[in-house]
Nanobody, 125 residues
Framework: QVQLVESGGGSVQAGGSLRLSCAAS?????????MGWFRQAPGKEREGVAG????????YYADSVKGRFTISQDNAKNTLFLQMDSLKPEDTAMYYCAAAGFCVNLGAGDEYHYWGQGTRVTVSS
């Protein structure tokens, strides 16, 4: 089992920045081969925002966030980050951290086994 706790959400104006953090604990060595960020806005389907293979490799970004968001990790602290710059009102959503012991498609929520409770991001125009 892996436990995930997100933090860093909040309210910002358009053009601003936020940095989300996801602290992982539990069976890190077996359950976090893939880690990612997902979001869900009211009335919309869940969307894969960014994902990473913790052992290395090319990260995944949704087209809507490419060039604005950056996913990174601190393996020593078992923490995943999402740096969000140039935020837009359409980025407003609940953001979730997710992890899986194995995955093929970093952007596919169905491939992730562990989920955090989410942190809310609100971007005003």
């Amino acid at each position: 089992q892996v436990q995930l706790v997100e933090s860093g959400g909040g309210s910002v104006q358009a053009g601003g920045s936020l940095r989300l953090s996801c602290a992982a604990s539990g069976d890190i060595s077996h359950g976090t081969y893939c880690m990612g960020w997902f979001r869900q806005a009211p009335g919309k389907e869940r969307e894969g925002v960014a994902g990473i293979y913790t052992g290395g490799g090319r990260p995944y970004y949704a087209d809507s966030v490419k060039g604005r968001f950056t996913i990174s990790q601190d393996n020593a602290k078992n923490t995943l980050f999402l740096q969000m710059d140039s935020l837009k009102p359409e980025d407003t959503a609940m953001y979730y951290c997710a992890a899986a012991g194995f995955c093929v498609n970093l952007g596919a929520g169905d491939e992730y086994h562990y989920w955090g409770q989410g942190t809310r991001v609100t971007v005003s125009s």
